[in-house]
């Protein structure tokens, strides 16, 4: 079975249903799973997803915040959720497809903007969530699973613009990128988009706040598609789909896809 993947953080699922449609009708990945849904579950715009074969759906929503979504066109069946540091947000969801592979969705915190836990309480929360992670990854080790989302941290010196200018900014802070080597290690994860392409920078974020991101192209892939060693060689084709980061009304983060053949 070969299906492909891709991971987007929408950043509002309802505002963004139109650049929703067009990367299903224009890319039409098998799985699309998407991260700050902002929205209840019973308010993510189905139908026009559905009217292009994306008839499954598992979700957990928030209203405002959050969110995380698995829209497929393969029948997939719900294996759970977890609430990593007690934060009562909806962050994670897990989906298992016909093959028995499982796919985690995860909208790791972003972490404020002082990396200093005594200063910045959601700072802290961040480290405490990948903590969790870890901590998960180690007493109940994954097998044939994929696991992507937004996770919130550019862990490569060539996954950022400027690996000096941005060590004590948080998405790249020493500690933030030692606490994801750490949950990377303890599953065993594969980070699937460096072993199709290990060289070279690398992007999958873009701030609002530049005038013309593309022109400054000021980015970090905080965006992820990981694998257990079991199928890692599997999963290939991996790409950053970087012009809908220039669409109308886009999201500030571009859908990162991968391709698995199992």
């Known amino acids: ?33 998407l991260q700050e849904c902002k929205s209840p579950v019973d308010k ?11 008839t499954h759906m598992i979700a957990r929503g928030q209203k405002g ?6 829209l497929s066109r393969l029948p997939l069946r719900e294996v759970g959720d977890r609430d ?36 910045n309480e959601k700072f802290g929360q961040k480290l405490d969530y990948l903590t969790e992670m870890r ?24 996954d950022v613009w400027s690996h000096k200018q941005l060590l004590k900014v948080v998405s790249h802070t020493p500690i933030e990128v030692e606490h994801l080597a750490q949950t990377q290690d303890a599953g065993g994860w594969v980070d699937i988009t460096r072993q199709d392409i290990p060289d070279g920078q690398l992007y999958s974020w873009w701030s609002y706040r530049a005038r013309d991101w593309s022109a400054a192209d000021k980015g ?21 789909l970087r012009d809908a980061r220039g669409w109308d009304k886009p999201s500030d983060h571009a859908p990162v896809f991968a391709r698995f053949d199992l």
């Open 44 to 54: 993510i715009p189905t139908e026009g997803f559905a009217a292009l074969g994306y």
């Open 65 to 70: 915040y959050n969110g995380v979504a698995i």
């Open 1 to 33: 079975m070969s299906f492909s993947l891709a991971t987007w953080n929408i950043n509002s699922v309802r505002l963004r249903e139109p650049i929703v449609l067009k990367l299903l009708q224009e890319e039409a990945p098998d799985v699309l799973c």
């Open 84 to 119: 990593f540091a007690g934060l009562g947000h909806a962050r994670h969801i897990a989906a298992q497809l016909e093959n028995g592979v499982t796919i985690h969705n995860f909208y790791v915190p972003a972490g404020g903007d002082v990396p200093d836990r005594e200063q």
């Open 135 to 158: 901590d998960w990854f180690h007493s109940e080790k994954p097998a044939k699973s994929i696991l992507v989302g937004d996770l919130n941290i550019a862990p490569r010196e060539d």
């Open 220 to 240: 970090r892939r905080l965006d992820h598609v990981w694998a257990t060693p079991d199928i890692s060689s599997a999963g290939h084709s991996s790409r950053i």
